[in-house]
């Protein structure tokens, strides 16, 4: 049975920081690329940032230079590093994972909201 379970969700203040985490179970970690994903009130669900296996990433525009993802795969866990937080970042953060001939993955989410 695949898990994905993302932690470190909650409230900060515009300019400050958090980091979520992704916890994995069920798949060949070293071999799934990871994501993470959020969905804003009334938008449609949309890409943060991604590593691939070989730790190469992808950023969107409205993240770069503010947050960055990492993965451990000894620990089977992919972090998203979200410095400078701006309202605009409130959203739900999904984790995903996916592998090329296998099925994709999502966690349950983890609730992020930037407000003073």
């Known amino acids: 049975q695949v898990q994905l379970v993302e932690s470190g969700g909650g409230l900060a203040q515009p300019g400050g920081s958090l980091r979520l985490s992704c916890a994995a179970s069920?798949?060949?970690?070293?071999?799934?690329?990871m994501g993470w994903y959020r969905q804003a009130p009334g938008k449609q669900r949309e890409l943060v940032a991604q590593?691939?296996?070989?730790?190469?990433?992808n950023y969107a525009n409205s993240v770069k230079g503010r947050f960055t993802i990492s993965r451990d795969n000894a620990k089977n866990t992919v972090y998203l590093q979200m410095n400078n937080l701006k309202p605009e970042d409130t959203a739900v953060y999904y984790c995903?994972?996916?592998?090329?001939?296998?099925?994709?993955?999502w966690g349950q989410g983890t609730q992020v909201t930037v407000s003073s």
């Open positions: 995903n994972s996916y592998r090329s001939g296998s099925s994709t993955y």
């Open positions: 590593i691939f296996i070989t730790g190469n990433t």
């Open positions: 069920g798949i060949i970690f070293r071999l799934n690329a």
